[in-house]
């Protein structure tokens, strides 16, 4: 009887290992993923940025050519 509390034993432990095994990999599987998503945040980010600095450099085009057009308006006396 004894060995068959012991054989029982061993396959509750061993069901309890490929449980583990799976977990372990799914868990991998995982932080694989959230790694991947971190890289495509961080990519968004620099491109959020870089876009923001194009739109800084065109606001500062804009405001030049205003000025431009001011100076141009006052010497023809069109304004």
Known sequence: MSEKIDNLILEHLKTFQAGQNRIESELKEIKH??????????????????????HATQYISIDRINERIERIEKRLEIA
């Open 33 to 54: 993923r959230v790694s991947n998503l971190e890289v495509g945040v961080a990519a968004v980010r620099r491109d959020v940025a870089h876009f923001s600095t194009e």
